[in-house]
Every structure is written in structure tokens, then in C-alpha cells.
């Protein structure tokens, strides 16, 4: 088993940040690319952002700038959002692409998600 646990959400006003922290536990030979996924109500869900386990980063194109994933070891990544405004507003979902043993195929395993609000 492999879980994907995500923390940081919250209430923010418009102009504030927000840091986001994502662990991965369990079974794990090794992990590629994390990254974050966000699903604002009635749209479809979207990538935030990704970052290989070399450390390149891949954004939306219209959220450079604004938001910066990190990762400081194989297992965990960061999202620091900054200048957030009311259309950021969404659930923020974690993912990690995992190997479980050498043989195993690479798998997606996602957490529960992680409520972001920005509202005055």
C-alpha cells in the first residue's frame, strides 16, 4: 500500500500565499514525477504543476510566476502559491507516479485532496 497524504490547505484572502506539503509512505521501490492537480467546482480537474526526481519542474503555462513546486527528497514535494486570487479556489490533489518493487509497473496514486479557499 502507498499513501499520499496532503496538508496546507486553508482560507486565504485575495493576494495571500499558501504552502502545500505532500508526503508518500508505504510500498515504495521508487518514485518519478510528483505533482499537483487542482478541481475548482463544475470544471474538469487540471495540472498545477510536476517535478521529475531530477528536480525539472513543468507549470501551467498561466500560473508561472505565481506557484513554484519543490521537492527536497524522493518521497515529498511543495507547492508554494503565492498572490493566490478567488479563481485559485479549488481542491488541491497530490500525485505520485510509483514504482512498488523493481518489477513493478509504474503506478499513479493519489491523495484525498486538500481544500483551497480564496475569499475575503
Known amino acids: 500500500q502507498v499513501q499520499v497524504v496532503e496538508s496546507g490547505g486553508g482560507l486565504v484572502q485575495p493576494g495571500g500565499s499558501l504552502r502545500l506539503s505532500c508526503a508518500t509512505t508505504?510500498?515504495?521501490?521508487?518514485?518519478?514525477?510528483m505533482g499537483w492537480y487542482r478541481q475548482a467546482p463544475g470544471k474538469e480537474r487540471e495540472l498545477v504543476a510536476a517535478i521529475t526526481v531530477g528536480g525539472t519542474p513543468n507549470y501551467q503555462d498561466s500560473l508561472k510566476g505565481r506557484f513554484t513546486i519543490s521537492r527536497n527528497n524522493a518521497r515529498t514535494v511543495y507547492l508554494q502559491m503565492n498572490i493566490l486570487n478567488p479563481e485559485d479556489t479549488a481542491v488541491y490533489y497530490c500525485y505520485a507516479e510509483v514504482k512498488n518493487s523493481i518489477y513493478s509497473p509504474v503506478r499513479n496514486y493519489w491523495g484525498q485532496g486538500t481544500q483551497v479557499t480564496v475569499s475575503s
Open positions: 508505504g510500498s515504495i521501490f521508487e518514485i518519478n514525477t
